[in-house]
């Protein structure tokens, strides 16, 4: 398992796509396990992404898509601006609800980085942030917006662990709200200091004006959850309804898709699916191999050798986490990990829907961690700042959410909360 490992971090470090790194890594580790055919590379392949509920992936990305070319992110931002702007702290309160907003609807935690980044840090230069603050502010929101649903992660997550997705949509919503909360907190404090004054508190009347511009955009959400969490329909249902409302929003009623837009969604969603059932293949491969060589269970007895249960456990998993999901750009290094972790949690007796969101938390910090994270790269393209002035802003909002994040996975009424409240998972 060393060899095959090694082998991965070799074709990473010289800049092989994350999917024909997992992919070649898988077919070495096939190569050198005798009496295995190579045919099962195939098998592997075609079984790993033969899933139902996977065709909400390709769904949820071109909804975000449509999402950013048809005004919506727009119009979205224009009413968390009329609701936190005048605050303390604001435009920064503003990207924090608008990504909430947008989170919400996209499934894509880069997409959420990139559409509300273009619109929010050019604004935000111009009232007196620099572009390695108003990044760091874009990027720590959208890492808190993973845990809004629908998430992408969850839908993989759920799928590979038969966890329920609508669960773990709902377990998302309060840590959400509790990390959103810690960064604005932080911002209003920062404010106090920069001296950059809060926008002008908008009249009712243009608040009111700014609802009525997004009222077809905001009720997306509603109908999504509602949906979902009414019995209506599926995740993957779901996620076609999302595309379906979001080309007749930003079609019909906006008027802003254009059919050249239209085209450049559709390849863009094409190309992204397309990595991401990659990815989910060359990872399946790995984890297949992790688990004839016996690595869950080697792990499983060093982790019991040291002692400390659950709590060391989850302690050991967020440090991992960490690492890796900065390395592999989520859904992969969430793939390679399930097998091994997942089964030692099981065995511990933790409640899979809380570790599951635990997993998501940590992946919304780790996308952006410097200097590896995959999200930071979409930040420093947007908002111009160098690596080392992003890194310098950014560090102080990712410890905060470091810190909620060691509150969710040790205060697990956090997750259980909403899901026990609609009927979908049991507090005991």
Known sequence: MTAILSAFLVFVA????????LGAAAAIGLWLLEGVPMSIVASRTFGAIDSFTYLAIPF?????????????????????????????????????????L????????????????AVMIPSMKKRGYTPARAGAIVAAAAGMGILVPPCLTMVVYGSVTNTSIAALFAAGFLPAFVMAGALMV?????????????EPRLPWRERLRAVRGAAWALLLPVIIFGGILGG????????????AYAAIAGGFLYR???????????????????????????????????????VPQALAGLIASVGGGRTVFMILSILVFLVLFALLD?????????????PIARELGIDLLHYGTVMTTVMGIALFTPPLGVGLYIILG????????????LLPYLLTMLVVALVIAFVPILVFAIPAALGLHSLT
């Open 256 to 294: 802003e898709i254009t059919p050249a837009f239209l085209a450049r969604a559709l390849v863009r969603s094409g190309v992204a699916t397309g990595a991401v059932m990659l990815m989910i293949a060359g990872a399946n491969i790995l984890a297949w191999l992790m688990a004839v060589e016996g």
């Open 330 to 342: 989520g859904i992969p290094g969430m793939l390679m990990l399930i097998p091994v972790f997942v």
């Open 14 to 21: 010289i800049g092989t796509p994350i999917a024909f790194a």
């Open 102 to 117: 947008f989170s919400g609807i996209s499934g894509s935690t880069n997409a959420d980085a990139a559409a509300v980044g």
């Open 232 to 243: 209506l329909f599926t995740p993957t249902e779901a996620a076609v309804v999302a595309v």
């Open 186 to 198: 932080q911002l209003r404090i920062e404010e106090r200091r920069s001296g950059i004054v809060p």
């Open 60 to 100: 949820f990305i071109l909804a975000g898509e449509l999402m950013e070319t048809g005004g919506i992110s727009r119009r979205l931002i224009a009413v968390a601006t009329g609701l936190v702007g005048h605050l303390r702290g604001g435009l920064g309160n503003v990207v924090v609800v608008a990504m909430m």
């Open 382 to 393: 947007i908002s111009g700042a160098t690596l080392p002035d992003l890194s310098r802003h």
